[in-house]
């Protein structure tokens, strides 16, 4: 019998893209692990990011798309709409589609986030 459930790990498995290398202060380590292409996943996108202390994503959105953010460790702060909110580990975040956010590690360790898609959207592309 197939077994069809998956057992990932982020440093062996993912598909891994460094995004921001252009613009200092917005590096950050991608490590994709699921969509359609890596697992024949039908509805999700999710992976890891990794941001170093003070780095940040881009201003960026995923229209049509819903995202959940889980904090595995770090913290930071969510930037969206004018508004800045403070997050640790453990906390988790829902982002509606199209909503425009930013990430950003406002702490002194990395911060380590799990971001969840679906239906599967685009990341950003700096």
Known sequence: MLIKIKTLNPFKDAEQMWLGLDTPGMIRKVFRLVNHE??????FCAGVTIFEPGEASSVHSHPGSEEIDFIIKGSGELVSEGERRSFVENDLMF??????????????????LLWIYSPQGELPKS
């Not at 890596?38 to 509805?43: Q, R, Y």
């Not at 982002?95 to 380590?112: A, D, F, K, S, Y």
């Open 95 to 112: 982002v509606p589609e199209g909503v425009e956010h930013q990430h950003i590690n406002t702490g002194n360790e990395p911060l380590w």
């Open 38 to 43: 890596l697992v024949d996943s039908k509805h």
